[in-house]
């Protein structure tokens, strides 16, 4: 290797530390060490077609993709022979995936979403020209019920394609799905496909006591999930559906030797051999308390902001802190995404309770706040 190539390398390899280093603003997970499977990226892998059909293509890993969807399967709940799913390239093709079956399901049913959707979501409805019916929030980022109601009352002889958020980008609200069902049965909607789009909460709401727990047990008919908690170098995600609706869609390709089931052709083959990876390394349980802790220290960053009188709202079960938009010094240094006049934080695994009395120290010395607390502390002493 040239000496210039090797150099811009390092350089290259010392920017992403320090940006690894501040990071606070997407949800990802970037507490991950893959060492152990470096070798196989000396391998070309892709998992083409139907991660259940074998192609006569040997350079795959689809023993990993089945063990991988096995796992998410057990955890929302539905049964070996009843699901079926894939490794995606991200909560993006889960999201497209899953209004797209409902489409071939319904091809006249409307999409009804939140306006705090994911852009993932309007994007589907551009593509697979889906009529669609943006509903209202509420200021928490949850959907309106009263809104979704009355839409759905206006258009009750078409079938409802519900596009439901397991938490939201942006505030990381949790639409109630049983208020939802309540809606369709009032109105008894009888065709109705229910997609969440659970992207990042997908993978910290089943270990949490407490929280609502959406999965196959209640009508729904698919889930995304991306890779953004369990931490992945490479962009990725999981769809879960039912196998009966694929069954319905799925074309048998000769030349691959599989079935077309899935959105792309070429698929990653290294991404299942990642999530395996980290779900063998990390299992069940600290995967939980990966989770719990990331809700308490999203707590502890809320109420550190609190206690500084510091605009901020976090809602229940979410580790998406949302606080007024710092100065732009504080937004690019730790990256966060903001919006009007707010900004979030995501607590994710990488973020921990020093992260944390780090940003709030730079935050009270910009914003001058370092006098209330005082005061405050005064207060509670006298
Ligand atoms: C991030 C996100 C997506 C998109 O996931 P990608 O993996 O970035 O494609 C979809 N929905 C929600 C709620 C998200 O937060």
Redesign the pocket.
Known sequence: MSHKVAQKLEKFLQQIEQRSHFHAG??YNLSCDYSEIVKFFNFMLNNAGDPYVEPDFGLHSRQFEQEVLSFFAQLYKIPENKFWGYV????????LYGIFLAREIYPNGILYSSQD?????SKAAKLFRIKHQVVDSQINGEISYHHLEQVISQNRNYPVIINL?????VKGAIDNLDKVLEILDRHQIKNYYIHC?????GLILPFLDGAPQVNFQKPIDSI?I???FIGSPL???VVLTKKKWVERVETMIEYIGSKDTTILGSRNGHTPLILWYALQSRGYNCLAKEAKTCIWNAQYLFHQLQLREYPCMLNNFSNTVVLQKPSQRLIKKWQLASFENWAHIVVMQNIDKDKIDTFIDELVLEQGLFNQVKNLQLQSVS
Do not use: F, M, R, V
């Not at 959707?117 to 979501?121: A, G, M």
């Not at 958020?165 to 980008?169: A, D, E, F, R």
């Open positions: 997407y949800p995606t390239a991200g909560g993006t093709e889960g999201n959707s994911h852009y993932s979501i958020n397991i938490g939201t980008t789009d659970a992207a990042l909460s995304a991306s890779a953004k962009p990725c995600g």
